[in-house]
T-cell receptor, first 113, second 114 residues
Framework: GESVGLHLPTLSVQEGDNSIINCAYS??????FIWYKQESGKGPQFIID?????DKRQGQRVTVLLNKTVKHLSLQIAATQPGDSAVYFC????????????FGGGTRLMVKP | DSGVTQTPKHLITATGQRVTLRCSPR?????VYWYQQSLDQGLQFLIQ???????AKGNILERFSAQQFPDLHSELNLSSLELGDSALYFC?????????????FGPGTRLTVL
């Protein structure tokens, strides 16, 4: 079956530094890759997505990189702030399987003031 | 606030019992999704409805069922509850059912089975 995994379960960074959260996936038949942020006591919140025909997409303070050759996805957060502290999940949508999300295991980002 | 509401926020019940979780999607969204978040399995897709009809099924147990009503709200029914069913249950909604539709998640219902 599909598996989506994360390299680091916990990432601790200093406020103001850049953060990089990584994700590996196994199914190459994936058209959409998405990053979600989950704060304590809340549901996942969409951050940014990227389609399989792209290798980079930028948002406000966030950049997602997709390397289909090695099946790797990363989320870069610039100038990390205390409000970025949360668990981050990568997720993907498999081609022709509708809009269901397959989530990775999550990485906890802790921002030190 | 995503615009998706879920009730109740917390639910504590005993093994063998049956519970119903409720979800109201964002205004105008036709598609509803249910996910389970547990410590050992992470976030897993359970089932999707679009405009009242079942569209996709994931790792949903036979003891679990769901439906979407004409007013588009959805209910997830969990029966013969076991200790392992303790988890957070999230509902999400999207305007359509295609893969280009962003899903908006509700705050979840925390189910504790004692």
């Amino acid at each position: 079956g599909e598996s989506v995994g994360l390299h680091l379960p916990t990432l601790s960074v200093q406020e103001g530094d850049n953060s990089i959260i990584n994700c590996a996936y196994s199914n190459s038949a994936s058209d959409y890759f998405i990053w979600y942020k989950q704060e304590s006591g809340k549901g996942p919140q969409f951050i940014i997505d990227i389609r399989s025909n792209m290798d980079k997409r930028q948002g406000q303070r966030v950049t997602v990189l997709l390397n289909k050759t090695v099946k790797h996805l990363s989320l870069q957060i610039a100038a990390t702030q205390p409000g970025d502290s949360a668990v981050y999940f990568c997720a993907l949508k498999i081609n022709n399987a509708g809009n269901m999300l397959t989530f990775g295991g999550g990485t906890r980002l802790m921002v030190k003031p | 606030d995503s615009g998706v509401t879920q009730t109740p926020k917390h639910l504590i019940t005993a093994t063998g019992q049956r519970v119903t979780l409720r979800c109201s999607p964002r205004s105008g969204d036709l598609s509803v999704y249910w996910y389970q978040q547990s410590l050992d399995q992470g976030l897993q897709f359970l089932i999707q409805y679009y405009n009242g009809e079942e569209r996709a099924k994931g790792n949903i147990l036979e003891r679990f069922s769901a439906q979407q009503f004409p007013d588009l709200h959805s209910e997830l029914n969990l029966s013969s509850l076991e200790l392992g069913d303790s988890a957070l249950y999230f509902c999400a909604s999207s305007p359509g059912q295609g893969a280009d539709n962003e899903q908006f998640f509700g705050p979840g219902t925390r189910l504790t089975v004692l």
